[in-house]
C-alpha cells in the first residue's frame, strides 16, 4: 500500500490528537515550509513555563507592584536600593529556573529558515541559554549592569557591592543594563528589529500583551509589509484581531508541536 503526502498528513494529524498535541492549519506549516525570512517577537510570557513571573498575567509583577516604583529612571534616582532589590530578586529567579521546551523550540526552528530573526523584551537571557544566537534585544538584559558614569558594562559576578548597591572601577553606582520606562530602546537594536519585521514573510508574537511600544509596533510593520502574522498566546491581546493565525495556548507546547508538525510536511 502507498502513502501518499496528503495521507501522511492526515495520519500525523490523527497522530497528534491521540498524544494530545496541537494541531495546525496546512496553510500555515505550508507557509512556514517555505517562509525564507521569519521573524519573531517574543515576551515574557515565554518564560512563563520556566516559572518566571509575566507582567500584566495573573500573577504577573505590575498586579501588585507599580512600574512608576521601579522601572523608571525617576525611581533609581530617588530610591536606587529599592529598585536594585527588586533587580536583584529577579537575578536570583533567573537563575534559579532554566529556559523551557519554547525557547528550545525557537532555537531549532531557527536551523529550518534561511533567514530568521528573533527579538525578545525579555531581560531574562533564556532564549540565548536555549541555544539561540544572534537574540535582539530590545529591553536589555538582567544579567549585566552599567556605570552611570562611564557606561562601562559588567556582568553581575564582577560588580563590586558596598552598603547594598554596585559600583564601577571608576566609583560611579551601576545601573541594571535594561531599558526603563521613559527611556529610549537601544538604537541599533530597534533599527535591525523594524528591518526584519519589514522583510520578513511571517511573523511570530509570542508571549506578548502586545501592549508596550515600540515592540508592539512590530507585528503591525510586518503585517503592513505583506507578511502573515502567527500570534501564540493562551490569552488574546489587542494584535489578535490583526493575527492570520491565533495559536492559543503555552508557548511551551504549542512551539514544540509546531516543530513536530514542520517535520511532518517535510517527510
Ligand atoms: P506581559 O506580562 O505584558 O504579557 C505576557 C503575555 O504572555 C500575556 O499576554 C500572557 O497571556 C502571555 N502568556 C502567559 N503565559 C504564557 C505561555 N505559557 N505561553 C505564551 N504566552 C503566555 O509581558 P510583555 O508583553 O513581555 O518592559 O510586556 C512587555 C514589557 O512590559 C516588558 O518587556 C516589560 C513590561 O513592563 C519593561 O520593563 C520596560
Redesign the pocket.
Known sequence: MSCGREDSRRWRRALNRALGLHTFDDKLIARLERAARVAVLT????S??SGLP????PG?W?RNQR?EDL?TPEAFERNPHLVWEWYQHRREQVAQHRPNA?HAALAELAGHVQQFTLIT???DRYHQQAGAREVIEL?GNLIESRCLQCGVPAEGATEVWRAGLPYCGCGGLRRPA????GEELPAAALRRAFRAAEECTLFFA???????YP?AQLPHVARAAGAAVVE????R?PLTPQAQWFLQG???EILPALLVALAGAAS
Open positions: 515576551g515574557a510570557g515565554i512563563a513555563e509575566t507582567f500584566r498575567g504577573g505590575w512600574a522601572a519554547g523584551q525579555c531581560v529591553h535594561v531599558v526603563w520606562f509570542i508571549g506578548t500583551s502586545a501592549l508596550v515592540a501564540i498566546n493562551p490569552e491581546t503555552p508557548a511551551g
